[in-house]
């Protein structure tokens, strides 16, 4: 059996599931944010808030990571109606690749034009400091060297083609945007602009493995955002991501440095409040087809 069939996640399940969350909400999202690690606040800021447990949702996957709320929040953020996601799947909770990434999939038939996602990252360039914010401009897909892409198996046209280009993934209008508004903020001393790279987790990198991310050009590294931002690309919505350095990598066999997720939720907490203005400042700025009037 293909993976796309009677199991939860092809089009007729994707469509079901946003046509059930359209009749709970008069709320037509045209940006759609993704919450990290200790980063579930941006969705506070919304306003008129409908807010959803997933447990709740039609077909919805179950957030099973500390730091990661499980809610889907409807809302406006400065008078643009958005969706945001209060905690994510990753391949380590066990889902199938398609399942993690359906959420995107849901976006697009709600009517969402631009995805922003946010992660917590271990930085692997030197230059990087815990708590500095990368914005991601390429990534490097590990599981999918292995052939774990969330596009395998039947492609669906109404999503998208079935050989998607991943040159332009990270739209660079928004990057740009990003570094124009974190100037303005008074940000420009811990912004950022990077290559991530993804890994499987849910254990933490090895030295080696470090040491190797970084000589093939990877300046961050986590467990999440790719397999998102391949399905967003793939049915044609505008993709924003970025990564907060919560803990730098342990590249030296002398070091007695730990990677730990208790760090990565606290250096989430003392930034959130810079992300979540940088977020919403850009969510005003974005232009989008539909009209607010």
């Not at 399940?13 to 940006?31: E, S, Y």
């Not at 198996?153 to 739209?171: L, T």
């Not at 990877?218 to 924003?240: K, L, Q, Y």
Request: proline residues 4%; hydrophobic residues 40%; aromatic residues 8%.
């Amino acid at each position: 059996m293909f993976p796309e069939q009677n199991s939860g996640y092809g089009y007729e399940d994707c469509k079901a599931t946003a046509d059930w969350l359209l009749t709970q909400t008069d709320i037509r999202p045209v940006v759609g944010i993704v919450c990290g690690s200790g980063l579930g606040g941006l969705a506070d800021m919304l306003k008129d808030q409908v807010v959803f447990n997933y447990k709740d949702i039609p077909n919805f996957p179950q957030s099973t990571v500390r730091g990661h709320a499980g809610q889907l929040v409807f809302g406006t953020l400065k008078g643009r109606p958005c969706v945001c996601m209060q905690g994510r799947f990753h391949l380590y909770e066990g889902y199938p690749i398609q399942k993690i990434t359906l959420p995107m999939r849901i976006f697009k038939l709600l009517g969402v034009e631009t995805v922003m996602l946010t992660n917590a990252a271990g930085g692997l360039n030197q230059d990087y400091k815990v708590g500095d914010v990368m914005i991601i401009k390429d990534h490097i897909n590990m599981p999918g060297f292995a052939g774990n892409n969330p596009l395998a198996g039947p492609n669906d046209d109404r999503f998208g083609v079935r050989f998607p280009c991943m040159s332009d993934a990270y739209d660079r209008e928004l990057q740009q945007l990003a570094m124009d508004v974190g100037q303005e903020l008074g940000y420009s001393d811990f912004l950022k602009e990077g290559v991530y790279c993804v890994l499987g987790g849910p254990s933490f990198e090895t030295i080696a493995e470090c040491r190797m991310l970084h000589r093939l050009g990877a300046d961050a590294v986590g467990m999440s955002t790719v397999h998102e931002v391949i399905t967003a690309r793939h049915c044609g919505m505008r993709v924003f991501a970025l990564s907060l350095i919560t803990n730098q990598a342990v590249m030296d066999y002398e070091s007695k440095e730990k990677a730990n997720h208790e760090e990565v939720l606290q250096t989430g907490r003392q930034r959130a409040k810079q992300l979540e203005q940088l977020v919403s400042a850009m969510v005003t700025r974005i232009e989008h087809s539909q009209n607010y009037a």
